[in-house]
């Protein structure tokens, strides 16, 4: 069953073809990061206007290099939410108006489900269940994943995102827009043993997270340096290891009270590689595998998209021919098919 992903929930646009059998076909992604730049972040509606000119160039590039036409496209998946909501309805649309076209089904998939099954995209796929980490721009948790479909929440920031985190660090560091690869980049100069960060949230019982504290840290310990370059260097690998231990603290607890052996970790800040040796360590010493997605099935993408779509699609679920948006969708409203 070949079916062509959509995801436009915040500024990338990413198509895919994904195959039930013969795996992933093609996949195209298109960043916003130079529209974005001058603005330190997103712009909700220099997005939708740039997912409106991009989306459909897109799709025929990927069926042009998945060697596919429109006929061989048997279903649709799209990201219906949390995301933003006009960015979100340029998705929905284009993606219910193909599948009126073609008369395939079309299926509303949930962007976080997008980024836990993303691991299965890979040649050494993670069985179910499973213990997923998800760490990104707007979401950082712990959930216990039973099988698609069936996630239940152990633990959740409370304020900012690990990714958002990252960037607002990185903002405070004079660094460019998107800020956390930036911030990983100039952490790789610094000396680990000048400063030391609290790990925040670690010192109590629970799986909860929580990172502003830790922003404001930040910017009271470069307040007191000089502002040289190795000074923002130092300060960039203590946030960065800060992070990294209080993710790996939260995660061996994780392990521990479900007493799962298999850990996946997705979003985009999982392709940050001090975050990800540090949970192969941790794998190591529980004797637990760790699974995560190349780098580019990390952020945003239509691969995930198209792979959660198909599974829906193969396990029966139908939508009605209704345009689905919703910029927000907690994820435990989600039931299996």
């Known amino acids: 069953m070949p079916v062509l992903g959509i995801e436009t929930s915040c500024d990338e646009t990413g198509v895919a073809l994904y195959d039930a059998h013969r795996g992933l076909l093609a996949h195209v992604l298109h960043s916003q990061t130079t529209i974005h730049a001058d603005y330190g972040g997103v712009v909700p509606e220099l997005a939708s206007r740039d997912h409106v000119r991009r989306l459909v160039p897109l799709v025929r590039q990927t069926l042009r290099d998945a060697g596919a036409a429109a006929g061989d496209v048997e279903g649709i998946a799209y990201t219906a939410g949390p995301g933003l ?8 649309s284009v993606a ?29 796929a993670p069985e179910f269940p499973f213990l997923a ?33 990252f960037d607002k660090t990185a903002k405070l560091l004079g660094l460019g827009y998107p800020g956390g690869p930036a911030l990983a980049r100039l952490a790789e100069r610094g000396d680990s043993t000048r400063f030391q960060f609290p790990r925040p949230m670690t010192d109590r019982p629970g799986l909860d997270f929580s990172f502003s504290g830790l922003k404001t840290y930040t910017m009271n310990v470069l307040r007191d340096t000089q502002g040289t370059g190795q ?14 231990d ?17 850990l996946v970790a997705a979003g985009g800040v999982s392709a940050n ?21 190349r780098p580019e099935f990390c952020t945003d ?34 039931t299996p098919p």
């Open 96 to 124: 219910r108006s193909l599948a009126w076209a073609w008369r395939v089904p079309a299926v509303a998939v949930h962007h976080l489900e997008g980024h836990l099954l993303a691991p299965l995209l890979e040649a050494a």
């Open 246 to 262: 209080t993710l790996v603290i939260k995660c061996r607890r994780a392990l521990r009270l479900t007493g799962m052996k298999r």
């Open 133 to 165: 980490l998800l760490v990104s721009g707007g979401h950082t948790l712990l959930a216990e994943v039973a099988e698609l479909g069936r996630y239940r929440i152990l633990g959740e920031s409370q304020d900012d995102a690990a990714g958002e985190a």
């Open 301 to 334: 993408n239509g691969a995930m998209i198209a792979l959660a779509g198909c599974l829906r699609l193969q396990a029966g679920q139908s939508d009605p021919p209704l345009i689905c948006a919703r910029a927000r969708w907690p994820l435990t409203e989600l």
């Open 231 to 244: 000074d923002r260097a130092d300060v960039a690998r203590a946030f960065e290891d800060a992070v990294a």
């Open 85 to 92: 909501i006009g960015a979100l309805l340029v998705g929905a």
């Open 273 to 293: 590689r001090t975050i990800r040796q540090r949970l192969r360590d941790l794998a190591a010493e529980e004797n637990a595998q760790v699974y995560f997605p």
